[in-house]
Nanobody, 114 residues
Framework: QVQFVESGGGLVQPGGSLRLSCAAS????????MAWYRQAPGKQRELVAD???????YYVDSVKGRFSISRDNAKSMVYLQMNSLKPEDTAAYYC????????WGQGTQVTVSS
């Protein structure tokens, strides 16, 4: 069974940092571009960042310079380091294979508020 388990979310003040982790199983991890998505209440889900198996990364403009995606193919893990967090970053964050619409996990909630 394909599964993605996100963790690391929480409540932080503006300007704070969080590191999200995602454990993947049921796939040959190194074959896939992995991605982080987020969805805030009342808004559409959006792609935040993705990373190829060799480490080439993409970021949506709103997080460039603040977020960093990384992966460990040996551990089938993908991470999202989030710095200088803003209230606009508040959302449920999901990790999955890029450009697919199946096997969504439960996500991890990030709330940025003072």
């Amino acid at each position: 069974q394909v599964q993605f388990v996100e963790s690391g979310g929480g409540l932080v003040q503006p300007g704070g940092s969080l590191r999200l982790s995602c454990a993947a199983s049921g796939i040959i991890f190194s074959r896939h571009v992995m991605a982080w998505y987020r969805q805030a209440p009342g808004k559409q889900r959006e792609l935040v960042a993705d990373i190829t198996s060799t480490g080439s990364a993409y970021y949506v403009d709103s997080v460039k310079g603040r977020f960093s995606i990384s992966r460990d193919n040996a551990k089938s893990m993908v991470y999202l380091q989030m710095n200088s967090l803003k209230p606009e970053d508040t959302a449920a964050y999901y990790c999955k294979i890029f450009n697919t619409d199946n096997n969504w996990g439960q996500g991890t909630q990030v709330t940025v508020s003072s």
